[in-house]
């Protein structure tokens, strides 16, 4: 069974940058025909989707934050993350990672607990 594993961290400044890392175990993230995903939820709102990296490499972003959104891997620790840059209180949300079939929130079969990030002064 596939378990991801959010860290990072928990309060980030104004317009810094929002570096987030997913560890996976029970399963590869480059054999496996998913899509590892971000999706946040701020607070008192629903899931967002925010981006992916497929078992290729490949990305896929959310049109409304591709612009200062990032999402990279690092196979040798079977580990992908999430750049957020220029930060705002908006951004302030549950962070999670998640295996999903789809580059949307269906059917996503593993989550992170997900991640409390709080963008403050």
């Known amino acids: 069974q596939v378990q991801l594993q959010e860290s990072g961290p928990g309060l980030v400044k104004p317009s810094q940058t929002l570096s987030l890392t997913c560890t996976v175990s029970?399963?590869?993230?480059?054999?496996?025909?998913?899509?590892w995903t971000w999706i946040r939820q701020p607070p008192g709102k629903g899931l967002e989707w925010m981006g992916a990296?497929?078992?290729?490499?490949?990305?896929y972003y959310n049109p409304s934050l591709k612009s200062h959104t990032s999402i990279s891997r690092d196979t040798s620790k079977n580990q992908f993350s999430l750049q957020l840059s220029s930060v705002t209180p908006e951004d302030t949300a549950v962070y999670y990672c998640?295996?999903?079939?789809?580059?949307?929130?269906?059917?996503?079969?593993?989550w992170g607990q997900g991640t409390q990030v709080a963008v403050s002064s």
């Open positions: 998640a295996e999903c079939p789809q580059l949307a929130i269906v059917d996503c079969s593993s």
């Open positions: 029970g399963g590869s993230i480059t054999t496996t025909l998913f899509y």
């Open positions: 990296i497929a078992y290729d490499g490949s990305t």
